[in-house]
């Protein structure tokens, strides 16, 4: 699906939108170097329970809460899986609350790559992920002010994920945060499982530059 340039009404929210092996889904801007907007809503786009989706050099702004929220729609054995999200800006979402430029929960084997997150809810986070599994975080941008919450955080149960060549600028309080305080029932998997749990487990950041934040 092909977005042309010009300017989008937010709010939209798909379900259950499923690729398959080598046949991705793919959401994207008919030209790159005019990338569409999508603006406004309670959230600009949300994605529950997909799986082999791209988004591609998309803009997203004005959104009440979280410019981008994808999940596995409260479905905890199920997750979402095999997602990319490649040349995305998310800017100016979020009021003082806890809103975030990109939200991921029950996400795994998913890549954010050559993606700009600017000015998210004031309590919230650039990218955010709960109990997310084997993702990448490559080549991003992302950039704030010294006081607002986190640039990126894994927390949930988030395990295997690789944080590289990110540029931080005043990118919140703590420019990554590795663990979180989750509620319990919001874990993934959940905490009844057999398998060993913390907030955060095998996070690699390297490569990265940081300038401002207190942490």
């Given at each position: ?5 010009g ?26 170097k005019?990338p ?11 994605l529950?329970?997909v ?11 004005g ?15 199920t ?18 609350g806890?809103?975030?430029g ?6 795994d084997d ?9 000015r998210?809810?004031?309590r ?7 109990g997310?599994?084997?993702?990448v ?10 006081d ?41 998997p ?7 749990h ?18």
């Amino acid at each position: 699906f092909l977005f042309e340039p010009g300017e989008y009404t937010g709010g939209m929210h798909f379900r259950q939108i499923k690729g398959e092996v080598g046949k991705p889904i793919v959401i994207a801007a008919a030209d790159p170097k005019h990338p569409p907007v999508i603006r406004g809503g309670t959230t600009c786009l949300q994605l529950s329970d997909v799986a082999y989706l791209e988004l591609r050099n998309l803009r997203f702004t004005g959104a009440r809460m979280n410019g981008v929220n994808i999940d596995d729609g409260g479905s905890y054995d199920t997750p979402t899986h095999h997602i990319l999200l490649h040349g995305l800006t998310v800017i100016d979402v979020g009021s003082d609350g806890n809103h975030d430029g990109i939200k991921l929960s029950g996400v795994d084997d998913f890549r954010v790559e050559d993606c700009t997150v600017e000015r998210w809810g004031k309590r919230g986070q650039g990218i955010d992920m709960v109990g997310c599994h084997n993702g990448v975080i490559e080549g991003c941008l992302v950039r704030f002010a010294d006081d607002t919450g986190s640039g990126v955080q894994a927390k949930g149960g988030s395990r295997a994920i690789e944080i590289r060549r990110c540029r931080f600028e005043h990118a919140g309080a703590r420019a990554i945060n590795i663990g979180g305080s989750t509620g319990l029932e919001y874990f993934r998997p959940p905490l009844q499982s057999c398998q060993a749990h913390a907030e955060a487990e095998d996070i690699t950041v390297e490569g990265c530059t940081f300038i401002g934040s207190s942490t």
